[in-house]
């Protein structure tokens, strides 16, 4: 069964609106997860490395302000995309793991109208 | 720094003939390397790992890939093609072991034609 839990699987939403993406480590503890990103028809980049207790760390190119990443325990990371646009509009998908190759969640979809 | 590069972004093969999906790897050590598939707005599955043990790697679903340090590949291949079999394949590699961030490839897509 899986072991990195992400939900929702798919959101659409208005401009504007703000989207929580959860992401949870079933049965290990994880004091790293990753957030990724997928545009259509691209690979996946990292986004962000989110740390349990700390500041998340950002890639560059990616605005902190506007993708919050929380960590606050040792199960549990959400990304929350503040006042989405439709260029915000893409498949991110969360993972974590103690070892290689990381677990990673079944993605969230979100698209923005 | 650790990179892939996947050398062709679109195969197209006929049903039942072989499948040759290439990879090369740029690391200043010894790399973890990795394969996953991805089926139309679907996640990501793992295909097949390595991590320094047999250099020939079997995965699920009848891939496997050969791991060729003087070559830096990691080339994918199946013996036979199965519908089933397209999607996007992504080459993958760790920047480190244990709990760090993985770098893809631009991913292959693999067509199969009946």
């Known amino acids: 069964g899986a072991v990195v839990s992400q939900h929702p699987s798919r959101v659409i939403c208005k401009s504007g609106t703000s989207v929580k993406i959860e992401c949870r480590s079933l049965?290990?503890?994880?004091?790293?997860m990753f957030w990724y990103r997928q545009f259509p028809k691209q690979s996946l980049m990292l986004m962000a490395t989110s740390n349990e207790g700390s500041k998340a760390t950002y890639e560059q190119g990616v605005e902190k302000d506007k993708f919050l990443i929380n960590h606050a325990s040792l199960t549990l990371s959400t990304l929350t995309v503040t006042s989405a646009h439709p260029e915000d509009s893409s498949f991110y998908i969360c993972?974590?793991?103690?070892?290689?190759?990381?677990?990673f969640g079944d993605g969230t979809r979100l698209s923005i109208l | 720094a650790q990179s892939v590069t996947q050398l062709d972004s679109h195969v197209s093969v006929s049903e039942g003939t072989p499948v040759l999906l290439r990879c090369n790897y740029s690391?200043?050590?010894?790399?973890?390397l990795f394969w996953y598939v991805q089926h139309p707005n679907k996640g990501l599955q793992l295909l097949l790992k390595?991590?320094?043990?047999?250099?020939l790697v079997k995965g699920i679903n009848g891939f496997e890939a050969e791991f060729k340090k003087s070559e830096t590949s990691f080339h994918l291949t199946k013996p036979s093609a199965h519908m089933s079999d397209a999607a996007e394949y992504f080459c993958v590699v760790s920047l480190y072991s244990g709990n760090t961030p993985l770098v893809f490839g631009k991913g292959t897509r693999l067509s199969v034609i009946a």
């Open positions: 049965d290990f503890q994880a004091t790293t």
């Open positions: 690391s200043s050590y010894s790399p973890s």
């Open positions: 390595y991590t320094s043990a047999a250099t």
């Open positions: 993972s974590a793991g103690e070892n290689q190759p990381q677990h």
